[in-house]
């Protein structure tokens, strides 16, 4: 019989000395993951956001081969040899009739099919290495991540350590192209398109990787004597022994070039083990862990493990893809759009310096390309790409052209810090992408000579992705984001003293109104069959979104209560919540507490289609795939809102048997 001890990898937390009421250190620690089983789908892992390694039940990737990915780890395929797709310059995208002239968008067409789908699935994360072992008897397993490398550092307490009976070995996949590659990453039977090679000397060994044009090194060191030898079979397997000790102290640091120096074993505990309380006594906290309520408990393991694991996997210099660093979703590319969901609750946790390790930054290196999108489709400003990756090449596709909804966020997150940091500095990091974002938007609405308005759409996808984009026009939640956007801008012009552009005005006050059928507010106006035919109750409620996300309007005609409220009453009863998903739940929660109804709010945050496992990862349920990101990211979201309240409503909103105390909190907007 094999029996094993697995250390837990939420980090412990050191006792608090700030004089904190709440005693964060006993609430964390409450909600450590445990496991004694394999998981089919979610590892255990440790990370710094930029670099995550997943673990199975034996503090490594023994039983499960789970990832260990980075920000930098992506490859690319070989270009299509197909005549006149050879190049990514041979892709021009496809013309759409928009008004009374063609646009250029970015999708494909039957004459570029090859070299569009290359764009789609190129480049893609890799999984950078499996690290596992053979056992046998008692095994002892600590692991950790450096939070300022990419590096795991592992101690390993054996008896077989000594007699040579246990190794630790790393093993190397080739990629895919799978759209969703989970829940493990990369093929281990394509060892001929790939190729490695080991150096090594005394207690030190370097793996370097090449995976066509892409290369990286697996640097280990580890105490005492040992050796790491090539399995010699054709694979890409190395295995590491030791002699003499029953401990096994090694890091394993991944890099695209071998640093000069590594942080040894001892600095990297050292360094996760301040860096984890720090994380923990920072910022804003909430403690349910009084009440009664089974809701309370519940929520609360989320919140503490949502934290967790936004911390691994999206605190990174990117926006994180939808599953972080756990596998690939897409690609592996992130979605600019779900930046929001994904980022916006580190600025309500006071958690500023996890934020501006890629905002607004990412924005900056994505100006250019967003300025020529913009110029080539015949407006303004710069338009905001959906998907995309590090190298800032867009990737094709109808609803990624057609989306217009990541085009006010620079607003969302720049009046979020200027709402923490009114200073001269916030304005003068934010203004060129805020003035750029509302050019386009200005640019964008259309002036219907028959209303009188200007229009959002046709063509265009709201955020449900489900329409028909040449039929939907002037959906709620875009048309309420549109003038938030522009207010913002506006406003952010006037704090720097300088002038309103004409534009903009002219078009704020001139938005369509949001439309209105049967008393409440549709997925788009003109939508046939609203709350009758399934499919206008189906997908994103984003109409929600007006009032919650959203505060109300500062210019223009005040939301009417009366239908914000039969809205939401509507989608309560109407609405396809058991095929809905992810951020719908915390979305349809922020508007229920703006109408006053926490006890709602814990329903949508705990709805049956709402799920997180036992070790905290978002279920992706039938929609996506696990774990899905966005879902906890918006979680936060809520609770923050729920704890710290809004302009005009501060303070807590939980419902009122629940015993709650918070720290930390600023209201939102």
């Given at each position: 019989?094999?029996?094993?001890?697995?250390?837990?990898?939420?980090?412990?937390?050191?006792?608090?000395?700030?004089?904190?009421?709440?005693?964060?250190?006993?609430?964390?620690?409450?909600?450590?993951?445990?496991?004694?089983?394999?998981?089919?789908?979610?590892?255990?892992?440790?990370?710094?956001?930029?670099?995550?390694f997943?673990?199975?039940?034996?503090?490594?990737?023994t039983?499960?081969?789970?990832?260990?990915?980075?920000?930098?780890?992506?490859?690319?395929?070989?270009?299509?040899?197909?005549?006149?797709?050879?190049?990514?310059?041979?892709?021009?995208?496809?013309?759409?009739?928009?008004?009374?002239?063609?646009?250029?968008?970015?999708m494909?067409?039957e004459?570029?099919?090859?070299?569009?789908?290359?764009?789609?699935?190129n480049?893609?994360?890799?999984?950078?290495?499996?690290?596992?072992?053979?056992?046998?008897?008692?095994?002892?397993?600590?692991t950790?991540?450096?939070?300022?490398?990419?590096t795991?550092?592992?101690?390993?307490?054996?008896?077989?350590?000594?007699?040579?009976?246990?190794?630790?070995?790393?093993?190397?996949?080739?990629?895919?192209?799978?759209?969703?590659?989970?829940p493990?990453?990369?093929?281990?039977?394509?060892?001929?398109?790939?190729?490695?090679?080991?150096?090594?000397?005394?207690s030190?060994?370097?793996?370097?990787?090449?995976?066509?044009?892409?290369?990286?090194?697996?640097?280990?060191?580890w105490?005492?004597?040992?050796k790491?030898?090539?399995?010699?079979d054709?694979?890409?397997r190395?295995?590491?022994?030791?002699?003499?000790?029953?401990e096994?102290?090694?890091?394993?640091?991944?890099?695209?070039?071998?640093?000069?120096?590594?942080?040894?074993?001892?600095?990297?505990?050292?360094?996760?083990?301040?860096?984890?309380?720090?994380?923990?006594?920072?910022?804003?906290?909430?403690?349910?862990t009084?009440?009664?309520?089974?809701?309370?408990?519940?929520?609360?393991r989320?919140?503490?493990?949502?934290?967790?694991?936004?911390?691994?996997?999206s605190a990174?210099?990117?926006?994180?893809?939808?599953?972080?660093?756990?596998?690939?979703?897409?690609?592996?590319?992130?979605?600019?759009?779900?930046?929001?969901?994904?980022?916006?609750?580190?600025?309500?946790?006071?958690?500023?310096?996890?934020?501006?390790?890629?905002l607004?930054?990412?924005?900056?290196?994505?100006?250019?390309?967003?300025?020529?999108?913009?110029?080539?489709?015949?407006?303004?400003?710069?338009?905001?790409?959906?998907?995309?990756?590090?190298?800032?090449?867009?990737?094709?596709?109808?609803i990624?052209?057609?989306?217009?909804?990541?085009?006010?966020?620079?607003?969302?997150?720049?009046?979020?810090?200027?709402?923490a940091?009114?200073?001269?500095?916030?304005?003068?990091?934010?203004?060129?992408?805020?003035?750029?974002?509302?050019?386009?938007?200005?640019s964008?609405?259309?002036?219907?000579?028959?209303?009188?308005?200007?229009?959002?759409?046709?063509?265009?996808?709201?955020?449900?992705?489900?329409?028909?984009?040449?039929?939907?026009?002037?959906?709620?939640?875009?048309?309420?984001?549109?003038?938030?956007?522009?207010?913002?801008?506006?406003?952010?012009?006037?704090?720097?003293?300088?002038?309103?552009?004409?534009?903009?005005?002219?078009?704020?006050?001139?938005?369509?109104?949001?439309?209105v059928?049967?008393?409440?507010?549709p997925?788009?106006?003109?939508?046939?069959?609203?709350?009758?035919?399934?499919?206008?109750?189906?997908?994103?409620?984003?109409?929600?979104?007006?009032?919650?996300?959203l505060?109300?309007?500062r210019?223009?005609?005040?939301?009417?209560?009366?239908?914000?409220?039969?809205?939401?009453a509507?989608?309560?009863?109407?609405?396809?919540?058991?095929?809905?998903?992810?951020?719908?739940?915390?979305?349809?929660?922020?508007?229920?507490?703006?109408?006053?109804?926490?006890?709602?709010?814990?329903?949508?945050?705990?709805?049956?289609?709402?799920?997180?496992?036992?070790?905290?990862?978002?279920?992706?349920?039938?929609?996506?795939?696990?774990?899905?990101?966005?879902?906890a990211?918006?979680?936060?979201m809520?609770?923050?809102?729920?704890?710290?309240?809004?302009?005009?409503?501060?303070?807590?909103?939980?419902?009122?048997?629940?015993?709650?105390?918070?720290?930390?909190?600023?209201?939102?907007?």
């Amino acid at each position: 019989m094999r029996s094993l001890h697995v250390f837990a990898l939420l980090c412990s937390l050191a006792a608090a000395s700030n004089g904190a009421k709440i005693d964060r250190r006993h609430v964390v620690q409450t909600f450590n993951p445990r496991r004694n089983a394999r998981s089919p789908e979610t590892p255990l892992q440790v990370g710094n956001g930029n670099f995550a390694f997943g673990a199975d039940v034996t503090g490594l990737q023994t039983f499960s081969p789970f990832a260990t990915m980075s920000t930098w780890g992506w490859h690319n395929f070989s270009l299509p040899t197909t005549p006149g797709q050879t190049s990514i310059d041979d892709y021009n995208g496809t013309e759409w009739w928009t008004h009374d002239r063609l646009v250029q968008y970015n999708m494909p067409n039957e004459n570029n099919q090859d070299i569009a789908n290359w764009l789609r699935e190129n480049p893609h994360r890799i999984n950078l290495a499996l690290l596992a072992s053979h056992l046998g008897s008692v095994v002892e397993v600590e692991t950790r991540a450096d939070p300022d490398s990419d590096t795991v550092a592992i101690r390993i307490v054996s008896e077989l350590l000594s007699k040579g009976g246990l190794g630790v070995f790393f093993d190397f996949p080739y990629p895919n192209n799978n759209k969703f590659d989970e829940p493990f990453v990369g093929l281990f039977n394509q060892t001929d398109k790939h190729s490695t090679s080991l150096t090594s000397c005394g207690s030190h060994a370097a793996i370097h990787h090449d995976l066509d044009t892409f290369e990286y090194d697996l640097v280990l060191e580890w105490n005492g004597k040992g050796k790491v030898v090539a399995a010699g079979d054709g694979s890409h397997r190395y295995t590491l022994t030791v002699e003499g000790s029953n401990e096994l102290e090694l890091t394993a640091h991944f890099a695209p070039s071998k640093p000069e120096r590594r942080a040894s074993y001892g600095e990297i505990v050292a360094a996760s083990e301040a860096w984890w309380p720090s994380y923990w006594t920072k910022g804003a906290f909430v403690d349910l862990t009084a009440s009664d309520a089974a809701d309370a408990m519940e929520l609360q393991r989320r919140t503490i493990l949502s934290q967790y694991l936004v911390a691994v996997n999206s605190a990174s210099d990117y926006p994180p893809q939808e599953s972080g660093l756990v596998n690939n979703g897409w690609f592996g590319k992130f979605h600019m759009e779900m930046i929001l969901w994904h980022h916006v609750q580190f600025a309500r946790w006071g958690h500023w310096d996890l934020l501006h390790r890629s905002l607004p930054h990412v924005w900056d290196r994505l100006l250019e390309g967003a300025f020529e999108r913009a110029a080539n489709q015949g407006y303004d400003g710069a338009r905001w790409g959906k998907m995309t990756d590090p190298s800032t090449i867009d990737s094709p596709g109808e609803i990624n052209t057609l989306l217009i909804w990541q085009q006010p966020h620079p607003m969302y997150f720049a009046e979020l810090e200027y709402r923490a940091f009114p200073t001269q500095a916030t304005l003068d990091r934010w203004a060129r992408l805020l003035d750029a974002s509302a050019d386009f938007m200005a640019s964008y609405a259309w002036f219907n000579e028959t209303t009188g308005v200007y229009d959002l759409g046709p063509p265009m996808y709201p955020s449900s992705e489900n329409t028909n984009p040449n039929a939907t026009v002037n959906p709620p939640f875009e048309l309420a984001y549109w003038r938030f956007g522009l207010d913002v801008a506006s406003d952010w012009r006037r704090r720097q003293g300088r002038p309103v552009p004409a534009a903009w005005t002219t078009v704020k006050d001139g938005l369509a109104p949001l439309p209105v059928v049967d008393g409440t507010y549709p997925v788009y106006e003109g939508v046939p069959d609203m709350w009758v035919d399934p499919a206008t109750v189906y997908d994103h409620p984003s109409m929600s979104a007006v009032y919650g996300l959203l505060p109300p309007p500062r210019s223009g005609a005040p939301l009417n209560e009366t239908v914000l409220a039969e809205t939401a009453a509507r989608i309560w009863r109407l609405w396809d919540l058991d095929a809905s998903f992810g951020w719908d739940f915390p979305m349809l929660a922020m508007n229920a507490l703006r109408l006053g109804d926490a006890a709602r709010a814990v329903e949508y945050l705990l709805h049956p289609t709402f799920r997180f496992d036992d070790a905290g990862y978002p279920v992706g349920g039938t929609r996506v795939p696990t774990p899905y990101f966005p879902s906890a990211g918006s979680l936060l979201m809520a609770v923050a809102m729920m704890a710290g309240g809004w302009d005009g409503s501060e303070g807590a909103h939980f419902p009122d048997a629940w015993t709650v105390a918070v720290e930390g909190f600023v209201p939102g907007m």
